[in-house]
């Protein structure tokens, strides 16, 4: 069975900055990041449709102590954002200094651009993820 | 399907970086429960072994069949297994299914883990890959950080301001060391106290050092019997009455549940059913505590205590001996420490120890039903398994 959105073009769509998902034309449920079925009824007639990439922080850390390869970008803030859509997603925080940080960014508006994690010894290649800022 | 017992356990002293390789340490706690078993290597029909990390750790993949054949069970069927820190109790899970099932007799299961060894970067790096490769760690993702993601779930969603929470989750940790310092095999003997958990570094928001376990070396193992052959065995078998596990996908792909656990919901769920019983009826249980909230969330999860009022119960002593439920008498992952194959055949060792009155100070008076839950990755594998005095 052919993927709908693939992880590779999931992530070289989100570098030109474009976060695509999947639409079920059975129960009409987003999915993202892609999946090969539905994640909510798992059927597989899908559309790729492109989100706003705007939402919601629901929840937050700074991560002080890096794995091996991300010292560099360290401290550094992961966010799940719930998007307008619908759907959670896992990314980065940018526009705040990474220790001042706190409970109150729970419930802020964010947007969306890319950022582009190069891969290491470990990975597959390279993977982008949405790097969230606080909504002006 | 057959009952089956687990008629013997070992596991060597966890610890931080050790000299002995992953089949050396598994081998030492393999000898053991054989012999507890009155059994030799040559009655173990089979072997499963827990083990996450031994390719990076050790350069070393399949460690299970070097193991069967150091221990002296040659050329058994010898099976590798590797859900993140739940590995050995799926392990279990498995051992107790072939046992049930009469195609084997007796098989051994366990789990080794050599992580304190690789060092903090690339042990953080390579226990991230039990996240989705895909879809978290671009963004950087780890252990801690998945956890430190839920405490701040948690505080939001039950409204509890996030100083409270953390006073609350220092109370597990402190606990956890209280009963680590009474068990001659933990990593850690040390009782601490909430200035120390308070005093500790930041490793991931709100997470500091002491509401994290440590990276840890050792091995565990446990022999499974059937009922005919347990009974000929020992005086003493434990039986393995309720096992569940369940999966679940990254963690946004849980938004609908969290900070609740859907996959360890199910698991217990499981696991309860099929030994017929509930969470009233434990009497002293082995959780995933991983990371201090990480106690809070399971707590809940398994039944025991209402959402958002774990911490409270924490608190008021219910999770220690003559409480509610007493949880984590070992030192639990944080004080006993998390050698993260060996985990779940750990905890089992915990209980089974418990059940059979063998622990000494930490002991559970008269416990006769005692629970693990082992949970590996971000929720990814979850697995309960529910334990039975035959006596």
């Known amino acids: ?136 | 399907m057959r009952k089956v017992a687990i008629v013997g356990v070992g596991m060597t002293k966890f610890s931080g970086k050790q000299d002995k390789t992953c089949v050396e340490l598994f081998a030492e706690a393999a000898m053991d429960a054989i012999n507890e078993s009155n059994l030799t290597p040559k009655d173990i029909q089979a072997l499963f072994l827990g083990n996450v990390l031994g390719d990076f750790s050790e350069g070393q993949s399949q460690p299970q069949a070097f193991a069967a054949d150091y221990i002296g069970a040659f050329n058994i069927p010898a099976n590798r297994y590797e859900g993140a820190c739940a590995s050995a109790a799926v392990a279990v899970c498995d051992a107790f299914m072939w046992v049930a099932s009469g195609l084997y007799d007796i098989v051994l299961a366990g789990g080794v883990e050599t992580a304190a060894k690789m060092g903090t970067p690339l042990a953080t790096r390579t226990f991230s890959m039990g996240s989705d490769s895909r879809y978290e760690y671009p963004a950087g993702i780890t252990f801690p950080a998945v956890f430190a993601l839920l405490a701040h779930l948690y505080a939001k969603r039950y409204g509890i301001p996030l100083e409270k929470l953390k006073r609350q989750m220092a109370q597990v940790s402190i606990d956890s060391h209280y009963y680590g310092a009474r068990n001659p095999k933990a990593h850690f003997q040390k009782e601490i106290t909430m200035d120390d958990v308070f005093n500790s570094f930041m490793v991931c928001q709100p997470l500091q050092l002491y509401d994290c376990c440590p990276f840890s070396d050792g091995g565990s193992a446990v022999v499974l019997a059937s009922e005919e052959r347990a009974r000929k065995l020992t005086d003493k078998p434990v039986y393995i009455v309720g096992i569940g596990q369940a999966s679940a996908g990254n963690l946004p792909s849980q938004k609908d549940y969290l900070p609740r656990i859907k996959s360890r919901e199910l698991s217990a769920k499981r696991a309860y059913d099929m030994a017929g019983l509930g969470p009233k009826d434990i009497d002293v249980c082995e959780l995933h505590d991983c990371f201090s909230i990480a106690t809070l969330i399971a707590l809940e999860s398994l039944g025991f205590f209402e959402y958002g009022t774990a911490g409270e119960a924490v608190e008021r002593g219910e999770t220690r001996i003559g409480g509610k439920i007493p949880i984590d008498l070992s030192g639990g992952l944080k004080a006993k420490g998390h050698p993260i194959g060996a985990t779940g055949t750990a905890q089992v060792y915990e209980i089974v120890e418990q059940l059979r009155g063998e622990c000494g100070e930490r002991q559970v008076e008269g416990a006769k039903i005692g629970m693990t839950d082992t949970l590996g990755g971000d929720a990814g594998t979850l697995c309960n398994l529910i334990l039975k005095r035959g006596w």
Request: charged share 25%; aromatic share 6%.
């Open chain 1, 1 to 136: 069975m052919e993927h709908k959105l693939s992880f590779r073009d999931y992530s070289e769509a989100l570098k030109q900055n474009k976060l695509l998902g999947l639409k079920c034309k059975q129960c009409g449920t987003i999915t993202v990041p892609p999946k090969i079925a539905c994640g909510r009824c798992a059927g597989t007639d899908l559309d790729i449709a492109e989100l706003s990439g705007k939402g919601e922080i629901q929840t937050f850390t700074t991560v002080f102590v890096p794995p091996e390869g991300r010292e560099a970008e360290t401290p550094y803030v992961i966010v799940l954002v719930e998007l307008d859509e619908g759907p959670w997603v896992m990314g980065n925080l940018a526009g705040i200094e990474p220790d001042k940080v706190t409970m109150d960014v729970i419930g802020e508006r964010v947007k969306m651009e890319p950022a582009v994690f190069p891969g290491d010894k470990y990975s597959a290649g390279d993977g982008a993820r949405p790097l969230f800022s606080l909504e002006a």
